[in-house]
Each structure stands twice: as C-alpha cells, then as structure tokens.
C-alpha cells in the first residue's frame, strides 16, 4: 500500500491542541490584563478579541506562524503582512491621532461665550430615516442638537439645514436629508418660520448653493456647524468660494481620556474613524 493510502497516524487530539495554541497569544493578553487590571478590564478585552475583526487578525498571525515553522516563508510573510494591515487598519490609538488631526483645528464651541448670530447653517449628515418613514438623529445629530440649543438660548436667529438625496440609493431617495433635519427641527421646538432648506448631494454642491445667499453672509453673522473632523475641509471650500463664516464644531469623536490597555486592541469602531479621516484628507487633496 503506497503513504498516501494510508490512515492518519496523527493522535485524534492533534486538532484540538493545534486549536488551542493558536489562542496561545489572546489569552495571554487577556491574563495579562487580569493581573494587572483585574477581572473587569478582563472581561472587556476578551469581549474585543472574540470580535470578527480581531479574530481575523489573530488567525492570520497564527497562520503566518505555521507556515514560518514549516519553511514556507512567502506564505508565512504574506499572511504576516495581511495580518498586520488589519491590525493597523483598525488601531484605536492610530485612528485617534488621524481624527484629532483634523478636529484640534477649530476649538469647541463654548456657547456661553458666543455671541447672537443671524443665521446657522447646519450642513447634512446628522439624520437619517426608520423603516417607517421618520426622520431619526444618526451618528453626526449632535451638528442638529447644537443648532437647537443654540436657537433655544437665542443665539441663532434662523437654523439653515442643507442637503438633498443622493440618487441611486433608495433608502434615501424617500427623503431629503434637508428635510429630515427640518422634522426634527420642528419636533424640538424650533418655529417653522426660521428654518430653511439649502440643496446639495455633497460638501461642495452645499457651500456653492450658500455663495448664492450673500446676505446671509456679508451682511450677518453667520455660523457654520458640521462634525468637528469634517470642517477643516468644508471650511476650505468656504474660502475657495469667498464665503464668510463662523466655524461652530459639533460631534466630536476622539474622547478626553488617555490610552488605555484596550486602546491597542484591534476594533472594528477604529477603521471606522480611521475611514473617516482617509475621506477628509482624500477631498481636501481633490479640492472637493
């Protein structure tokens, strides 16, 4: 009989013990923070380490391992890199930095110390729409809570809300973002006589949209609000346009804390801000 017909001689628990040392480097992580940090922070990083994105990274490092052991070195690399790619790609503290990168530009509003505006132009993104057709808050609403407040405390005289449906993506076709921001405008108090609706499917189409209403801007105060890592490039589209405005940062993103244990644990929220400012500093370099 030729080897290859014949049966495995590899022990039955061969499996389970290759299975076992390849979580060898996740539950040293997660002693590692028992010990130093007790049973709750514990918990927390092996919570984050049984998620897609970091199981995907930890079994292309022990794959890498595997095929190093064996010899086959281009495999081994390959799957190195890949898992390193995820890892960097989904780094808290890495999206941290690119994030703060873009919202230290412009300080927070303080609103006590603000003076009365004329006119807030609130620029879409912060709503979105429930299968039943009403207009919700979505992860940038805080650009509408401060709008409300503002108006609330009779610093802003009329609130403009911007932004029509992009075409071709059904869900929003249904709505205007523009008038899904207006539903919740009125919802919170806001009298329909002093909000306004601006068109524009993006960053750009809205600012030139706001050239064309010069008194707002010229003749008034005039306040612009968007997500804190979105306004230094809208705020260079207002000065590629000639506009004056006041830049009024909503929604920051990147916490006050410092580090922490957990923040060098792959998570999926961090590609997510890491995106994020891929896409700012994309349109700033195409000018859009």
């Known amino acids: 009989m030729q080897d290859r017909d014949r049966p495995s001689s590899r022990p039955a628990w061969s499996l389970p013990l290759r299975l076992l040392s390849w979580c060898l480097l996740p539950a040293a992580i997660v002693g590692l923070a028992y010990g130093y940090y007790g049973r709750s922070v514990a918990e927390?990083?092996?919570?984050e380490l049984v998620m897609p994105i970091a199981?995907?990274?930890?079994?292309?490092?022990?794959?890498?391992?595997?095929?190093?052991?064996?010899?086959?070195?281009t495999a081994a690399w390959g799957l190195f890199l890949f898992s390193l790619a995820i890892y960097l790609g989904s780094h808290p503290i890495l999206s941290r930095w690119l994030v703060s990168s873009l919202e230290n530009k412009y300080p927070p509003v303080t609103i006590e110390d603000l003076k009365a505006l004329d006119t807030v132009v609130v620029l879409g993104g912060g709503t979105s729409?429930?299968?039943?057709?009403?207009?919700?808050?979505?992860?940038?609403?805080?650009?509408?809570?401060?709008?409300?407040?503002?108006y609330h405390q009779k610093l802003a005289a009329r609130i403009v809300v911007t932004g029509d449906a992009l075409r071709g993506f059904p869900e929003d076709e249904r709505f205007d973002p523009?008038?899904?921001?207006?539903?919740?405008?009125?919802?919170?108090?806001?009298?329909?006589?002093?909000?306004?609706?601006?068109?524009?499917?993006?960053?750009s189409?809205?600012?030139?949209?706001?050239?064309?209403?010069?008194?707002?801007?010229?003749?008034?105060?005039?306040?612009?609000?968007?997500?804190?890592?979105?306004?230094?490039r809208t705020m260079k589209l207002v000065e590629k346009q000639g506009i004056e405005l006041i830049p009024l940062v909503a929604d920051l993103r990147q916490p006050i804390r410092d580090s922490g244990f957990i923040d060098w644990l792959p998570k999926a929220s961090a590609a997510r801000?890491?995106?994020?400012?891929?896409?700012?500093?994309?349109?700033?370099?195409?000018?859009?």
């Not at 429930?130 to 503002?150: C, F, H, I, M, V």
């Not at 207006?182 to 068109?199: C, D, H, K, Y």
């Not at 209403?213 to 890592?229: D, K, M, V, Y």
């Not at 995106?275 to 370099?285: H, K, N, Q, V």
């Open 273 to 288: 801000g890491i995106e994020l400012a891929f896409r700012e500093y994309l349109g700033m370099l195409v000018g859009r």
């Open 178 to 203: 523009s008038k899904q921001s207006r539903q919740i405008l009125l919802e919170s108090g806001v009298p329909a006589e002093v909000v306004e609706e601006l068109p524009g499917t993006n960053t």
């Open 129 to 150: 729409v429930t299968p039943n057709g009403r207009a919700q808050l979505a992860e940038a609403g805080d650009r509408l809570s401060l709008a409300a407040r503002l």
């Open 55 to 73: 199981v995907t990274c930890w079994i292309s490092l022990a794959l890498a391992v595997k095929n190093f052991v064996r010899g086959q070195r």
């Open 44 to 47: 927390k990083v092996a919570t």
């Open 205 to 232: 189409e809205e600012i030139a949209e706001l050239k064309k209403h010069e008194a707002w801007w010229r003749e008034q105060r005039c306040g612009l609000i968007t997500s804190a890592f979105h306004m230094p």
